[in-house]
């Protein structure tokens, strides 16, 4: 039986494996170092470790949709773009 009934992929469920695997690194980080010191960066906001999170993960949806719309398969690319654009994220906003 398990999930068989939603037609999930590998590939989906790494996905979803990975979204939880960031919210416990963050949930561990805020932990031990909780605050997460905001930063008024580029965007002019102030933006913790969380907001940082979530803007990097809300960007890399809208990277992937995109690829998808415009170029299809494989998804090697928006994969790469995702990175660099959630260090960017982490580092200047």
Not at 6 to 29: E, K, N
Not at 30 to 40: Q, V
Not at 44 to 70: C, E, M, P, Y
């Amino acid at each position: 039986m398990g999930l068989s009934w939603m037609a999930w992929t590998w590939p989906t469920a790494a996905f979803f494996i990975f979204i939880g695997l960031c919210f416990v690194a963050m949930s561990v980080w805020e932990y031990a170092d909780p605050g997460g010191g905001p930063r008024h960066g580029i965007l002019g906001l102030d933006t913790t470790r969380g907001d940082r999170l979530f803007i990097s993960l809300l960007g890399s949806a809208f990277i992937f949709l995109a690829w998808l719309g415009l170029m299809g398969t494989p998804l090697w690319a928006p994969l790469g773009l995702a990175l660099v654009y959630a260090v960017c994220v982490f580092r200047w906003v």
